[in-house]
């Protein structure tokens, strides 16, 4: 009796593909080689498989170095001129990157720490009315802080040092103008300049201005050189650390030289209330008896210093 194939069968002919009459001609005669030819069959097929898995991901590859290299691409379009001029400049940012910040900090603090406080506001103002400039100082001097560090955190700005940080140098001009009112005020008897004398806002707005200008041009002049020294410039941090130690000693002899500058001016009459002078030396042997009693006296404060006895104090 002749039965056909159960279901399970058809199911499993039906998924196998039908072989050709050649192929079953082929399996009856060299069965051997109809095996190798199956194996080598299956083995063009993995290899093909291989292949193909092999080109989409070089192709999945290519896409994201396309993706990566647009973006790149994008950034430097939106990449400012201003950065792209610091970025080029790294290591090789001048002479002048070093040296303006650094003089703008010593012209600056020798002005400032002369004339405050012993001549602005205390030497032409009396002492009363000196409370609200006091108030007011610290909050002139922070503005210039504030400024750069919004400049620098949150703009670009401050990439490196650049001819529009040597503008800061304009706040350096009141300084001069100031300390020469500031001087005929007290030993002259010129009309404006003596206007000056014991009026408050006066007084204010020049000790105001040169607390500002202090205060912009201080913090300016560490930010540049500590750029100078970040950015891999040759003796950067060598400079700063220079520059550190020159500031300390800088703004020492400038208090002290005032201190001289005060004392030699109390003893001659160049004094609230009147200004009345107490000599009767010409304007040439007065300047330079003011220069040589001010630096003498400037020495014995810097001695009494070093001789002082803190135990005492104690």
């Given at each position: 009796m002749i039965t056909g194939p159960s279901a399970k069968q058809l199911v499993k002919i039906m998924k196998e593909p039908a072989d050709s009459a050649i192929d079953l001609l082929f399996k009856k005669l060299f069965p051997e080689h109809y095996k190798e030819l199956?194996?080598?069959?299956?083995?063009?097929?993995q290899a093909a498989k291989a292949l193909e898995e092999k080109i989409k991901k070089e192709e999945s590859q290519e896409t994201v170095s396309n993706g990566s290299e647009s973006q790149t691409q994008q950034e430097q379009s939106s990449e400012t001129e201003r950065e792209k001029y610091c970025r080029e400049r790294v290591g090789n940012d001048?002479?002048?990157?070093?040296?303006?910040?650094?003089?703008?900090?010593?012209?600056?603090?020798?002005?400032?720490?002369f004339m405050f406080p012993s001549v602005l506001p205390y030497g032409?103002?009396?002492?009363?009315?000196?409370?609200i400039i006091n108030v007011l100082n610290p909050f002139f001097i922070l503005i210039g802080p504030a400024t750069l560090f919004v400049l620098d955190n949150f703009t670009d700005r401050f990439g490196c040092w650049t001819w529009y940080f040597d503008l800061f140098w304009l706040l350096f001009i009141p300084l001069p103008i100031i300390f020469t009112l500031a001087m005929k005020a007290i030993f002259t008897r010129s009309p404006?300049?003596?206007r000056i004398i014991n009026s408050q806002p006066r007084v204010?707005?020049?000790?105001?201005?040169?607390?500002?200008?202090?205060?912009c041009n201080e913090p300016l002049s560490y930010m540049g050189l500590g750029k100078y020294a970040f950015r891999q410039n040759p003796g950067g941090f060598t400079l700063l650390g220079y520059h550190i130690s020159s500031a300390l000693f800088c703004r020492y002899i400038s208090s002290k030289i005032a201190v001289g500058f005060s004392d030699t001016r109390l003893?001659?009459?160049?004094?609230?209330?009147?200004f009345r002078p107490n000599h009767r030396m010409s304007k040439r042997n007065l300047g330079w008896y003011i220069f040589r009693q001010t630096f003498k006296r400037t020495w014995q404060d810097?001695?009494?210093?070093?001789?002082?006895?803190i135990k005492k104090y104690l």
């Open positions: 199956q194996e080598r069959r299956e083995k063009d097929k001048g002479v002048g990157a070093a040296v303006s910040p650094a003089l703008m900090y010593w012209a600056t603090t020798t002005f400032n720490d032409i103002l009396q002492r009363d009315k000196c409370h404006s300049a003596r204010a707005c020049m000790t105001l201005a040169a607390m500002f200008s202090f205060g003893s001659l009459g160049y004094h609230l209330p009147k810097a001695k009494g210093d070093i001789k002082l006895d």
